[in-house]
Every structure is written in structure tokens, then in C-alpha cells.
């Protein structure tokens, strides 16, 4: 069974960091690529950013690059998204999604499996 477990949400001032964590299992990790999507209320759902485990690729949205890093740590089936310098406008729940292409795409409807999402807060 594919499992995809966020984690590492929570509050934050503006200008503050979290780092968010995906833990995967049911699929051959190396295979595929790992995106971070997220959805503010009212919102649509937005890709902000993806790494292949295949070719190591990654993608970001402008409005994260420079301030979002994203990495793959394969002997953990883990995927990491560092946020700095975190803004109001990045509030939203962030959910981890499986491409079994290994693209690295911010591309939603590419994505297979899907997490619960994690909830991020970034007060002004």
C-alpha cells in the first residue's frame, strides 16, 4: 500500500523557517519523483516544488525560489522542503504527492498517490 506521511506544519512568524518532511513506503522510492503542492482557502491547488529521485531534477515555483529547498534522502524514503524567509502569502496546507514517472513537475494531475497534508500558518 502507498503511503505518503507529511509532517514539520505548524506556526510561524513571518520571516521564520519550518521544514517539512514526507515520509514514503509502498513504492520504489528511487523510481519516482516527490512533489510538494499546496492549497491556501479559496485557493487552487498550486505545485511548489518537486524533486526526481530518478535524475535528481528539481522544480520550484518563482514565488519560493531562493527561500524553498528541496531534498531527497533516499535511505529514508524522505523528502525534506526547507522554507525560509516563510511569508504570510505561503499560509496554506502543503501535501506531498508520488509521480510514478519520476518526473519533477509542478504539475498536479501528474501525480499519483497523495498525502493528508500538513497545515502551515505564517503570521504577519
Known amino acids: 500500500e502507498v503511503q505518503l506521511v507529511e509532517s514539520g506544519g505548524g506556526l510561524v512568524q513571518a520571516g521564520g523557517s519550518l521544514r517539512l518532511s514526507c515520509v514514503a513506503s509502498g513504492f520504489p522510492f528511487d523510481d519516482y519523483a516527490i512533489g510538494w503542492f499546496r492549497q491556501a482557502p479559496g485557493k487552487e491547488r498550486e505545485g511548489v516544488s518537486s524533486?526526481?529521485?530518478?535524475?535528481?531534477?528539481?522544480y520550484y515555483v518563482d514565488s519560493v525560489k531562493g527561500r524553498f529547498t528541496i531534498s531527497s534522502d533516499n535511505a529514508k524514503n524522505t523528502v525534506y522542503l526547507q522554507m525560509n524567509s516563510l511569508k504570510p502569502e505561503d499560509t496554506a496546507v502543503y501535501y506531498c504527492?508520488?509521480?510514478?514517472?519520476?518526473?519533477?513537475?509542478?504539475?498536479?494531475?501528474?501525480?499519483?498517490?497523495w498525502g493528508q497534508g500538513t497545515q502551515v500558518t505564517v503570521s504577519s
Open positions: 504527492a508520488a509521480d510514478t514517472w519520476g518526473r519533477s513537475t509542478g504539475r498536479d494531475t501528474l501525480f499519483d498517490y
Open positions: 524533486i526526481s529521485n530518478r535524475d535528481g531534477s528539481t
